[in-house]
Nanobody
Framework: QVQLIESGGGLVQAGGSLRLSCAAS????????MAWFRQAPGKEREFVSA????????YYPDSVKGRFTISTDNAKNTVYLQMNSLEPEDTAIYFC?????????????????????WGQGTQVTVSS
């Protein structure tokens, strides 16, 4: 099992920045990828960013590309999400997720079903 704990959410004005952290514990040696998703009230949970731990490859949807940056400190089993130029539309609960190694099977980083472990979420509110 892997446990994920997010931190760093809060209230920020539009145009501001926040950095989210997600600390993983437990069987972290088997984590293949880590990601951030978000869910706004009344909306589906949507993909925000992902990183493949060993390769360092990163993925973003167009909605956050150029504003958000995902990174990882593998020694600390922690993934970060630096969010700049925040907009009111970024207001949501942000969830950290981790995927177990799948061997040779293809991996689609933006799909929720790819992830085996989820954190409880941290609230991000952007005021206009």
């Amino acid at each position: 099992q892997v446990q994920l704990i997010e931190s760093g959410g809060g209230l920020v004005q539009a145009g501001g920045s926040l950095r989210l952290s997600c600390a993983a514990s437990g069987r972290t040696f088997n984590i293949y990828a880590m990601a951030w998703f978000r869910q706004a009230p009344g909306k589906e949970r949507e993909f925000v960013s992902a990183i493949i731990r060993r390769a360092g490859s990163t993925y973003y949807p167009d909605s956050v590309k150029g504003r958000f940056t995902i990174s990882t400190d593998n020694a600390k089993n922690t993934v970060y999400l630096q969010m700049n130029s925040l907009e009111p539309e970024d207001t949501a609960i942000y969830f950290c997720a981790a995927s177990r190694d799948r061997g040779t099977r293809a991996f689609t980083p933006g799909l929720r079903r790819e992830y085996d472990y989820w954190g409880q979420g941290t609230q991000v509110t952007v005021s206009s």
